[in-house]
């Protein structure tokens, strides 16, 4: 039975000799797996490679705690407790963003000054930047905005369903019992029983403000408006907890947690700021209601910002020309430092409008250069022709003659003879002059909000920041030029040489308030110069300026009322919360109709709740 044969014997039954078969090749010997503790190189590539994974972890870590990724979900909060200790992290987070951000700015700003200041005081100038009032109160307003605004938000829901679980059970439910028990209660509950508790449990207050909000929130019953992620995250978030656990928040949350939150948090504002922050706040939940209604009618108001922006400067320079004291002081400061022009000739023309005569010592300041230095050390600047015509001025009005109601080209410009080549001048001084400014606006959010476009493509955003610089500047030297040419188009109507009848209207014009702000006004068409996507945030900006300059004027001369009253603080605390209740309710509803600078902003401080 051969197949039964043992293999290592042949056919005959003999054993094989070894050394006669031929060898298998060994197989290659396998090295043996060290058992030992690892080498001093292994374990310091393994340490290397830890070290760059935690420091990697503790960038994102801390990169999260600083700026906010797009499209975050909101969080869902249960408890007070948790609410409490959401609302602290989220100030303290705001208060340091928004002082590094203030800081950020002013060392940028202050950097421009540096060469012109002694050195001596270059030191104090920097750390008044740093660690000055400024930044400490912002800081401070924007953090405790942040914190009350989250707490009151998150727990407003928690609130009301305890109260309905109360309510629901008879009052029977002890204070110590569960706090997740009503929430896990709730769960169990129809969608339709929940609606209806909510219904009775919400006030009349909440109905009257969402009947007024109505426009700024999607109807109910129409489909949800499709908007990008990024834009509407925080909206399909909550929707979507709705759904799930009835966690929603509605339109009067939003609005009494804003209104209580900013009503507080802008008594930490130093006093002088108070009222450009409440105009600022609520003339942005003006703006957020608009583009809510003109979305949902499909009403556009073709050039809208730039209407806007024409009367507020027929308002506002009005104001700076014949009334003053409308304005804030520090407005007119920079109107007035802006124009490039000699005050006194601005008082003259102010004095020469309302009563049709000035006092001749304006006159003798310019004759003497004693008036706006034309140079950076020295007398101001007088051509001879200038000095000249001057004089003759000077002459006449001491003998009672003061001429036009007008200033004369002279006064207003005496370091330029001809008028047309002096405002072509104007736009390239302002302009120049508002390069550091501009490029700090430009600059700076580029490196906040657009930090991978900038890392992505530097050439061409380095180009957009400058081209962008140069545009916004030009649309300021245009806007003063414009004025400027008012004042020469006026002046040259009033010339002798002129046929009587242009003479007459040239008089006629010179005296009217309502043609000086028409002048004013023409200064608006200059944001055609600049873009479109910052049109909007230009007329919001002067928007407040103008409303308060009118309300005074209406308060004065319609009222009788001459001075602001005590206590007008309450009026500035009760406009930022009614401005920040709007904005709000419009950010937590429907926030694409927020424009976008104060979108992303809200969104950095606030987060989607």
Same mark, same amino acid.
């Given at each position: ?14 054993? #094989? ?84 951000? @203030? ?62 679980? /109360? ?10 019992? *569960? ?22 449990? &919400? ?6 403000? *969402? ?18 992620? !990024? ?181 207003? !410009?005496? !370091? ?37 476009? /900038?890392?992505?493509?530097?050439? @061409? ?37 002129? #046929? ?7 008089? @006629? ?15 608006? /068409? ?58 709000? &309710?419009?950010?937590?509803?429907? #926030? ?7 979108? @992303? ?9």
């Amino acid at each position: 039975m051969d197949d039964l044969q043992s293999p290592s014997t042949t056919s005959s039954g003999s054993i #094989p000799n070894d050394n006669n078969m031929p060898k298998k090749p060994e197989p290659p010997a396998r090295a043996t797996p060290r058992t030992g503790p690892p080498s001093l190189v292994y374990a310091s590539y393994n340490n290397l490679v830890a070290l760059a994974n935690a420091q990697e972890g503790l960038m994102e870590s801390g990169k999260k705690l600083v700026w906010r990724d797009p499209g975050e979900p909101p969080v869902i909060l249960e408890t007070l407790e948790e609410c409490l200790v959401y609302a602290v992290r989220g100030g303290f987070r705001a208060a340091g963003l928004a002082y590094g951000i @203030r800081s950020g700015i002013n060392v940028f700003l202050t950097l421009f000054t540096l060469l012109k200041t002694p050195k001596k005081f270059r030191f104090a100038l920097i750390r008044h930047a740093l660690f000055g009032e400024e930044p400490r109160r912002f800081s401070a307003m924007l953090g405790i905005f942040t914190a009350l605004y989250k707490f009151i938000l998150n727990s407003l829901p928690i609130l009301i369903r305890r109260w309905t679980h /109360l309510r629901r059970t008879g009052f029977n439910t002890p204070p110590d019992s *569960s706090r997740r028990g009503d929430l896990e209660a709730n769960e169990e509950d129809s969608p339709l029983e929940m609606k209806s508790r909510k219904s009775r449990i &919400t006030s009349q207050l909440g109905k009257l403000a *969402s009947s007024l909000l109505d426009s700024a929130i999607p109807s109910p019953s129409a489909p949800p408006p499709q908007e990008p992620p !990024h834009l509407s995250s925080s909206t399909q978030a909550s929707l979507k907890l709705a759904r799930e656990k009835g966690y929603k928040f509605e339109a009067w949350h939003a609005a009494l947690a804003g209104s209580v939150a900013a009503g507080i948090a802008i008594l930490f504002e130093r006093p002088k700021s108070r009222t450009a922050v409440g105009q600022q706040m609520f003339v942005r939940g003006l703006q957020g209601l608009y583009n809510a209604w003109s979305r949902k009618t499909g009403i556009v108001m073709p050039y809208g910002s730039v209407v806007v922006f024409w009367l507020c400067c027929g308002q506002i320079l009005y104001s700076f020309l014949l009334n003053p004291h409308t304005l804030s002081p520090t407005y007119d400061a920079w109107i007035q430092s802006m124009s490039n022009a000699p005050l006194e000739a601005v008082l003259m023309n102010r004095s020469l409008v309302n009563t049709g005569k000035f006092d001749p010592e304006l006159l003798q300041t310019i004759v003497d250069r004693r008036s706006k230095p034309w140079k950076a050390h020295g007398p101001s600047i007088i051509t001879p022709e200038s000095m000249a015509a001057i004089t003759e001025q000077l002459k006449l009005a001491r003998q009672g003659i003061f001429g036009p109601q007008v200033v004369s080209c002279e006064a207003i !410009h005496p !370091h330029r003879n001809a008028c047309f080549p002096n405002v072509f001048m104007k736009v390239v001084e302002c302009s120049r002059m508002l390069l550091p400014a501009y490029g700090a606006l430009y600059l700076i959010p580029a490196i906040l909000f657009k930090r991978k476009a /900038l890392l992505k493509q530097p050439l @061409r955003s380095a180009l957009r920041i400058i081209f962008g610089t140069v545009r916004s500047s030009t649309f300021i030297g245009v806007f003063v030029g414009i004025l400027q040419a008012g004042f020469c188009i006026l002046r040259h109507l009033n010339s002798p040489n002129l #046929p009587p009848k242009l003479q007459q209207l040239g008089k @006629r014009l010179a005296g009217s308030q309502l043609c000086w702000w028409f002048f004013s006004s023409l200064s608006g /068409l200059s944001l055609l110069v600049e873009d479109k996507q910052r049109r909007e945030e230009l007329a919001m900006y002067v928007l407040p300026k103008a409303g308060e300059s009118a309300w005074i004027t209406f308060r004065e001369e319609i009222l009788g009322i001459k001075s602001r009253r005590k206590g007008a603080w309450k009026a500035d605390v009760a406009l930022s919360s009614l401005g920040m209740g709007m904005v709000m &309710t419009i950010y937590q509803t429907n #926030p694409a109709a927020l424009s976008g600078l104060v979108r @992303r902003i809200l969104y950095q401080f606030v987060g989607p709740n």
